[in-house]
């Protein structure tokens, strides 16, 4: 009587490196889902700091920061803090300082837009997944909150 040698067929590899497969194909679009989310956390988080900043300035010198559409932190766009005289560049030394530093968007290139006069303010940024605010897109933060509309509220 032939004695078998013990192991596994070709076809119970198969089924092991399908499974594995799938599995790890699983693993990496929650991990791209888990990224997003992270970067849309930070967004909002930043957005928040920067509101919350303007809102100080408005405390105090009872409007808003005057400024063109603007891209906080952009290298070149003389706008990576917020001090008594509006969005200036970073070696500006006026004072009091509101916000010492404008938080970097998480993504490179990305920076968020701001609008802004006396009366109001519009804060441009994006999401890539569904947030408390709605659907991914783009959204504008003013004094009142968040919405879609790019207006100086």
Do not use: C
């Amino acid at each position: 009587m032939k004695r078998l040698k013990p192991g596994f067929s070709i076809l119970e590899l198969l089924i092991v490196l399908v499974v594995v497969g799938i599995l790890a194909a699983v693993a990496i679009y929650s991990l791209g889902i888990t990224r997003a989310s992270n970067r849309d956390a930070k967004r909002i988080s930043d957005v928040s700091v920067i509101h919350a900043s303007i809102t100080q300035y408005w405390l105090q010198q009872a409007s808003y920061p005057a400024a063109t559409p603007t891209d906080l932190g952009r290298p070149g766009a003389n706008a990576d803090k917020l001090t008594a005289s509006g969005f200036v560049g970073a070696d500006s030394t006026s004072a009091p300082v509101y916000l010492s530093q404008i938080p970097t968007a998480p993504n490179a290139g990305e920076y968020y837009r701001y609008h802004g006069s006396a009366s109001g303010y519009s804060l441009k940024f994006t999401t890539e997944r569904p947030t408390a605010y709605g659907v991914a897109g783009t959204y504008f933060m003013h004094a009142g909150g968040v919405d879609k509309d790019d207006a100086e509220k």
